[in-house]
């Protein structure tokens, strides 16, 4: 039983990325995907969500219309379509499940993707 998030990269201002997570041996189906970021010297931050439920999207602030969420049940994962890139974007990003977009635990933590975004 796991998650890997993968597809980080470098990217200049102004571009975009998708990431994945997959999962492995169990399925996203009923579980919300949280996706949470981590920058040198800062604090880990919980960028967007996406719901067990009916698929709907939770999101940042600081990312709202520029990252969409989404879930492929086929596929078993879930994407993090990160439009309109900043230098402040640039982190480690990491996916976790948890019972509902509102839980204050995730269970499940993916190894992180390095997110680098060039100025």
């Known amino acids: 039983v796991q998650l890997q998030a993968f597809r980080g990269g470098l990217v200049q201002a102004g571009g975009s990325l998708r990431l994945a997570c997959a999962a492995s041996?169990?399925?996203?189906?009923?579980?919300?995907v949280g996706w949470f970021r981590q920058a040198p010297g800062k604090e880990r931050e919980r960028v967007s969500c996406?719901?067990?439920?009916?698929?709907?999207?939770y999101y940042a602030d600081s990312v709202k219309d520029r990252f969409t969420t989404s879930k492929d049940n086929v596929k078993n994962t879930v994407y993090l379509q990160m439009n309109r890139l900043k230098p402040e974007d640039t982190a480690v990003y990491y996916c976790?499940?948890?019972?509902?977009?509102?839980?204050?635990?995730?269970?499940?933590w993916g190894q992180g993707t390095l997110v680098t975004v060039s100025s």
């Open positions: 976790a499940t948890a019972a509902t977009c509102t839980s204050l635990e995730y269970d499940l």
């Open positions: 041996g169990f399925s996203l189906r009923y579980y919300a």
């Open positions: 996406v719901s067990g439920y009916d698929g709907s999207g």
